[in-house]
């Protein structure tokens, strides 16, 4: 038996959970970091960017196919998918060096094994005792699936969708949330023919209502097949592929089922409810400052309910290290972390929602401004369309931005600001955006809810 004690010991090493280890470091804890995988967790290694870097080949694949559009000649020839994979994994292995340099520079001991909570200051890693001041649980999540279906085989997660050595023919996606619709977008642009089935009334449900319309639009565009507001049945597979039915009748044959319902709290097994941390279906409850019911036991990231999403994880996790160190962090509520989805077209938003924004603060309170991409220069120079919606509190701030359309998850950065600063459209209507930018159509939102609207009416 051996001992090692530390001011703060960190269980997992994701976003959450490396964030607090490089935040707490820097503000003179001694760090103790415990991860049985790869330090990067499942944003670096099996989600946000491997996901991103395959979006991303899959606008070269549209580009080229339709570069004759801005008179430049290209031939398609098809996806090479082992080359996207070592483009994929490039970018991986790059970040993971960078994160793990970054780490030791910091002088952040990270243990490498599985850790499971035995006191409010002690982690068990095999036979070894970790002591810390303060204990950051931060293990993260997995994908889901639903009662009774397997995974397995063609019926698969985001983790092994990732993993595929092929182009599917055809592909069924259960979900037509972020992931559903980001995989969805991908297949499309490599050749497959997609359907999504979503049990809710729309596409990215979790967005204003007008983006999901426009979203839906899009996709039928786009020749992406869906289902709304039909629930899953039941799938059934042999050699010839899947057989997914919905409770309408309906059949989907398809090559593979990606099942993307959501993701659960990775916490069981891992001792928390027996040293008292009190959990709500697998989710660790915490107060408003992240403290869980156990003091001096905190908890950031995918285990705490909310958002899952790898910079909140972030937030949470610098948020904890200076809570300890007395900094006295400002919270930022989950409705003002910004959310981007990166299909083609992207979605990006912050803030509520008008039917949000209108039941909080009254119908009579609130306006919202629609602005159309079709009047912004350097949009109709990339070829895309969509929308820039701000809300606003009538003489008050603005409490909402919703975008849809190619690269607007980059714009979102002023939206965050807007709304996490309390800015009201006055405030932003004389600043200056530079022409011909995506960016502009933001500030003609903004001067149009100031009431002096420039290239709209
Ligand atoms: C396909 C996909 C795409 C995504 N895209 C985006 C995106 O574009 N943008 C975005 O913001 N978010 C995205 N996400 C979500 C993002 O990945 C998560 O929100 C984020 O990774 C959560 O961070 P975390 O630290 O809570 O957990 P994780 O990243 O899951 O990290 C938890 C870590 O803890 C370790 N661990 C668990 N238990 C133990 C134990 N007992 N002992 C030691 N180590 C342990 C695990 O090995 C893991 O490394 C995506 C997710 C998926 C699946």
Redesign the pocket.
């Known amino acids: 038996m051996s001992e090692q004690d530390f001011d703060v010991v960190v269980?997992?090493?994701?976003?959450?959970?490396y964030a607090a280890a490089l935040r707490a470091s820097e503000l003179g804890f001694s760090v103790g970091l415990?991860?049985?995988?790869?330090?990067?967790?499942?944003?670096l290694h099996?989600?946000?960017i491997p996901?991103?870097a395959l979006l991303h080949a899959a606008e070269v694949a549209d580009v080229s196919r339709d570069s004759s559009k801005f008179g430049v000649k290209t031939t398609f020839e098809g996806i090479d998918i082992a080359g996207v994979t070592s483009y994929r994994e490039g970018i991986v292995a790059k970040k993971y060096k960078g994160l793990q340099g970054l780490i030791k520079a910091r002088k952040i001991t990270t243990i490498a094994?599985?850790?499971?909570l035995t006191s409010p200051t002690t982690v068990q890693v095999g036979d070894e005792t970790i002591t810390g001041k303060n204990i950051i649980l931060?293990?993260?999540?997995y994908?889901r699936s639903l009662p009774g279906l397997d995974i397995g085989g063609r019926v698969m997660t985001?983790e092994h969708a990732?993993q595929l050595d092929f182009v599917p023919e055809r592909v069924a996606i259960l979900g037509g949330g972020?992931?559903g619709v980001?995989f969805a977008s991908v297949w499309k642009s490599f050749g497959s023919e997609v359907t999504i089935i979503e049990g809710l009334p729309h596409l990215v449900p979790a967005e204003d209502e007008a983006i999901s319309k426009l979203m839906e639009r899009a996709f039928r565009r786009r020749g992406i097949d869906f289902s709304l507001g039909v629930r899953f049945a039941g799938v059934t597979q042999d050699d010839s592929g899947v057989h997914v039915s919905l409770e309408n009748g309906t059949v989907i044959d398809a090559d593979i089922l990606l099942v993307a319902v959501g993701?659960g709290p990775?916490t069981s097994g891992?001792g928390f409810e027996e040293v008292g941390v009190a959990m709500d279906r697998g989710f660790v409850t915490t107060d408003d400052r992240l403290q869980t019911s156990v003091p001096g036991v905190y908890a950031?990231?995918?285990?705490v309910p909310g958002l899952?999403?790898?910079?909140?994880?972030f937030q949470q996790g610098i948020f904890v290290a200076e809570e300890l160190a007395g900094l006295k962090p400002v919270i930022i509520p989950d409705i003002n972390v910004p959310k981007?989805t990166?299909s083609d077209p992207e979605v990006a938003s912050v803030g509520l929602s008008e039917a949000k924004a209108k039941e909080q603060y009254g119908d009579d309170k609130i306006t919202a401004y629609d602005y159309n991409l079709a009047g912004n220069g350097k949009s109709e120079i990339i070829d895309t369309s969509g929308l820039i919606k701000v809300v606003r509190v009538n003489d008050g701030p603005v409490v909402g931005v919703h975008m849809i359309g190619a690269r607007v998850g980059e714009l979102i950065s002023e939206g965050q600001l807007a709304v996490n600063w309390e800015a009201y459209p006055e405030d932003i209507a004389p600043l200056v955006h530079a022409h011909p930018t995506q960016s502009e159509a933001l500030g003609e939102a903004f001067m149009a809810l100031a009431g002096k609207p420039l290239h709209a009416l």
């Open positions: 269980l997992g090493g994701g976003s959450g959970g415990i991860e049985k995988d790869k330090v990067g967790g499942t944003c099996r989600g946000c996901t991103k094994d599985e850790g499971r931060a293990t993260g999540s994908s985001s990732l972020v992931i980001e993701r990775a891992l950031v990231g995918d285990i899952q999403l790898a910079h909140r994880g981007v990166y």
